[in-house]
């Protein structure tokens, strides 16, 4: 296979190899196609996660599994997440 690179491209490549960071211009493209589908496997992963924990949430509250806020709980629910956040960070409210 061959590959063409864009003039700048190719003048990156060109001075990654004469600085010794790679042996040749073969092997810093394969390099980097190979951290480009571990990237790409890494984002599929993420996404395949995301849905999953989509689909257990609309589960849960298709079970009846939440809790419904007004003015007066969501400013409870605001204060319980700051007093449990300032006691992990070791600061007394």
């Known amino acids: 296979m061959n590959v063409v690179l ?3 491209l190719e003048k990156l490549v060109r001075e990654k190899v004469e600085r010794g960071e790679y042996v040749s211009a073969d092997a810093l493209v394969l ?6 589908l571990e990237e ?3 984002e599929d992963g993420d996404l395949e996660e995301t849905l999953a924990r989509v ?4 589960a849960e509250i298709d079970g009846g ?5 007004d003015e007066p709980t969501i400013q409870d629910l605001a204060r ?3 007093q449990r956040g300032m006691k992990r960070l070791g600061v007394r409210a």
Do not use: N, T
Not at 31 to 36: G, I
Not at 65 to 69: F, I, P, R, S, T
């Open 40 to 42: 790409e496997r890494e």
């Open 31 to 36: 390099q980097a196609v190979k951290r480009l």
């Open 55 to 58: 689909d257990l949430a609309e």
């Open 80 to 82: 319980d997440i700051h």
């Open 6 to 8: 864009s003039p700048e």
């Open 65 to 69: 599994e939440y809790v419904e806020y």
